[in-house]
């Protein structure tokens, strides 16, 4: 009913309505795009519709000790981060708009008193310009240049590998974080042009990897359309992948999370270890903030509506589908990371479930990637950085745009710093005062089970007592990630 190319079309269009502020300087500033897209099935099932209902950009993570015991700080700007956290300043307009009876699109009447569900033929489904951070960008590196799915950023300023050890791991370092390692010798192909927010990178992925014919988009029913055949092909290019003689594979910058197993660091695919949780890099020291990969997986299981929202449904609410950018991608390393780590978890309360999603490619890339602003870079325009900037979009009726940079309003003078002007909308404590304002237009008669007869406070205090949420965040941890990294509750005491 849909293809991915359409939905990153979708994705790209937006961002391309959006207006320039925060966005990153073409040629110079490379960013990452992330969207929310809701799909509306007619119901005669003839007709569907997909609106993008939160978009998010970003590259960013702020370092343990900058994060606030006031939650006015966002403590993870990576585009997936952005786009969820935006998606659920929309779901909660939803349900204020379904409590006062104002009609909502997404949600209608739950069996349960005060609870709400999702809207037979409504489904959300989750695009991102690039493979997710972590265990999912662990994936083969082709021999050939031209085989790769986009071109390899060029580095000038690789050291050679000395007699010492501490020489080797920055050489390898290096390595990992620029994908060169003999593969930038063969020339750049010239390119057709290609529209700003849109571009086809040198054909299809599968055509690259497996002299395969390329597929033309088409609408067909899933699962026996393109998207099924999609799903197919990119298996089979991954056998592919495995059947030659790799050297190396594209490497993740995050780090895997203290007290658990370490990178091997040895040379080419011994670099890394797959299956584990990370968090990402910070600027100059650590973050608690767990890999974009470890968070989709943990999604597909608790759901994306987070504990607060929880208290009003009757249901975890899942993204049906992920559909990636092109990019270096392996559906193989998609499917472990975000899907394998957590199936066998069991014992889930009622709405919950382990709800795997159905992964899929785009040929389409993103005309502000990292690759392409290298390949479009101009010499004396300065050096390839990522943008500063991180941009937040959602279909709410107030102040949908918002744009930060070091977890605060893009722009903001060190004087405001600490008060309300100085907050994203999608902070926690601002995503807190949203909830508290949709409790405050609940008749006390209609209130969520969860939430009556109870004193309570602070933002961990609601948290805390969305039992059915917590008991499956809590399978999840026992189950499958053992090591996950927890807030301090010190930092989750605001009001």
């Given at each position: 009913?849909?293809?991915?190319?359409?939905?990153?079309?979708?994705?790209?269009?937006?961002?391309?309505?959006?207006?320039?502020?925060?966005?990153?300087?073409?040629g110079?500033?490379?960013?990452?795009?992330?969207?929310?897209?809701?799909?509306?099935?007619?119901?005669?099932?003839?007709?569907?519709?997909e609106?993008?209902?939160?978009?998010?950009?970003?590259?960013k993570?702020?370092?343990?000790?900058?994060?606030?015991?006031?939650?006015?700080?966002?403590?993870?700007?990576?585009?997936?981060?952005?786009?969820?956290?935006?998606?659920?300043?929309?779901?909660?307009?939803q349900?204020?708009?379904?409590?006062?009876?104002?009609?909502?699109?997404?949600?209608?009447?739950?069996e349960?008193?005060?609870?709400?569900?999702?809207?037979?033929?409504?489904?959300?489904?989750?695009?991102?310009?690039?493979?997710?951070?972590?265990?999912?960008?662990?994936?083969?590196?082709?021999?050939?240049?031209?085989?790769?799915?986009?071109?390899?950023?060029?580095?000038?300023?690789?050291?050679?590998?000395?007699?010492?050890?501490?020489?080797?791991?920055?050489?390898?370092?290096?390595?990992?974080?620029?994908?060169?390692?003999?593969?930038?010798?063969?020339?750049r192909?010239?390119?057709?042009?290609?529209?700003?927010?849109?571009?086809?990178?040198?054909?299809?992925?599968?055509?690259?990897?497996?002299?395969?014919?390329?597929?033309?988009?088409?609408?067909?029913?899933?699962?026996?359309?393109?998207?099924?055949?999609?799903?197919?092909?990119?298996?089979?290019?991954?056998?592919?992948?495995?059947?030659?003689?790799?050297?190396?594979?594209?490497?993740?910058?995050?780090?895997?999370?203290?007290?658990?197993?370490?990178?091997?660091?040895?040379?080419?695919?011994?670099?890394?270890?797959?299956?584990?949780?990370?968090?990402?890099?910070?600027?100059?020291?650590?973050?608690?903030?767990?890999?974009?990969?470890?968070?989709?997986?943990?999604?597909?299981?608790?759901?994306?509506?987070?504990?607060?929202?929880?208290?009003?449904?009757?249901?975890?609410?899942?993204?049906?589908?992920?559909?990636?950018?092109?990019?270096?991608?392996?559906?193989?390393?998609?499917?472990?990371?975000?899907?394998?780590?957590?199936?066998?978890?069991?014992?889930?309360?009622?709405?919950?479930?382990?709800?795997?999603p159905?992964?899929?490619?785009?040929?389409?890339?993103?005309?502000?990637?990292?690759?392409?602003?290298?390949h479009n870079h101009?010499?004396?325009?300065?050096?390839?950085?990522?943008?500063?900037?991180?941009?937040?979009?959602?279909?709410?009726?107030?102040?949908?745009?918002?744009?930060?940079?070091?977890?605060?309003?893009?722009?903001?003078?060190?004087?405001?710093?600490?008060?309300?002007?100085?907050?994203?909308?999608?902070?926690?404590?601002?995503?807190?005062?949203?909830?508290?304002?949709?409790?405050?237009?609940?008749?006390?008669?209609?209130?969520?089970?969860?939430?009556?007869?109870?004193?309570?406070?602070?933002?961990?205090?609601?948290?805390?007592?969305?039992?059915?949420?917590?008991?499956?965040?809590?399978?999840?941890?026992?189950?499958?990630?053992?090591?996950?990294?927890?807030?301090?509750?010190?930092?989750?005491?605001?009001?």
């Amino acid at each position: 009913m849909w293809t991915a190319d359409e939905i990153s079309k979708l994705c790209y269009q937006r961002f391309s309505e959006l207006p320039k502020r925060g966005k990153p300087e073409p040629g110079r500033e490379w960013t990452l795009l992330a969207a929310v897209v809701k799909c509306s099935v007619s119901p005669n099932q003839e007709k569907v519709e997909e609106e993008v209902v939160s978009l998010g950009t970003g590259t960013k993570c702020i370092g343990r000790s900058a994060m606030s015991s006031k939650g006015d700080v966002l403590n993870d700007s990576h585009a997936e981060v952005i786009a969820r956290r935006g998606c659920i300043r929309y779901l909660t307009e939803q349900l204020r708009m379904a409590v006062c009876g104002q009609g909502s699109t997404v949600f209608c009447q739950g069996e349960e008193m005060g609870k709400w569900k999702v809207q037979s033929g409504v489904s959300f489904l989750f695009f991102t310009s690039h493979t997710p951070c972590g265990d999912a960008s662990i994936i083969p590196m082709m021999i050939d240049r031209q085989s790769q799915p986009c071109p390899p950023i060029r580095s000038d300023e690789i050291t050679p590998i000395g007699t010492n050890e501490k020489a080797e791991r920055v050489n390898l370092k290096r390595r990992a974080e620029t994908h060169t390692d003999g593969i930038n010798k063969h020339p750049r192909l010239e390119e057709p042009e290609k529209s700003e927010d849109e571009l086809q990178c040198g054909g299809s992925l599968v055509e690259n990897l497996t002299d395969s014919p390329a597929q033309a988009p088409a609408e067909s029913p899933r699962p026996e359309g393109e998207n099924a055949l999609t799903n197919v092909v990119l298996k089979q290019r991954d056998n592919v992948l495995t059947q030659q003689s790799l050297q190396d594979i594209h490497r993740t910058g995050a780090k895997c999370v203290p007290g658990g197993p370490e990178d091997p660091l040895q040379p080419g695919l011994g670099y890394h270890s797959t299956g584990l949780l990370r968090v990402k890099p910070g600027r100059g020291e650590p973050t608690l903030s767990l890999s974009c990969s470890d968070k989709l997986a943990r999604w597909a299981v608790l759901g994306f509506q987070g504990a607060l929202l929880s208290h009003y449904l009757q249901g975890a609410v899942y993204f049906s589908a992920i559909v990636v950018g092109r990019c270096p991608y392996s559906h193989q390393a998609m499917q472990r990371a975000l899907i394998t780590r957590c199936s066998e978890v069991t014992a889930l309360p009622a709405g919950y479930t382990v709800q795997p999603p159905e992964l899929l490619q785009s040929s389409l890339e993103f005309a502000h990637s990292q690759a392409q602003t290298e390949h479009n870079h101009q010499p004396g325009k300065g050096r390839v950085s990522p943008c500063g900037a991180a941009i937040s979009w959602c279909a709410v009726s107030d102040q949908p745009l918002d744009v930060t940079a070091n977890g605060y309003k893009h722009g903001v003078t060190k004087k405001a710093l600490g008060t309300s002007k100085a907050r994203s909308l999608i902070c926690k404590v601002e995503l807190f005062h949203s909830f508290l304002s949709l409790l405050a237009v609940t008749d006390k008669s209609h209130l969520p089970e969860s939430l009556r007869g109870k004193e309570l406070q602070t933002y961990w205090d609601y948290k805390q007592v969305a039992q059915s949420y917590q008991q499956a965040s809590l399978q999840l941890r026992s189950q499958a990630f053992p090591l996950w990294l927890r807030s301090d509750r010190d930092l989750l005491q605001f009001h």
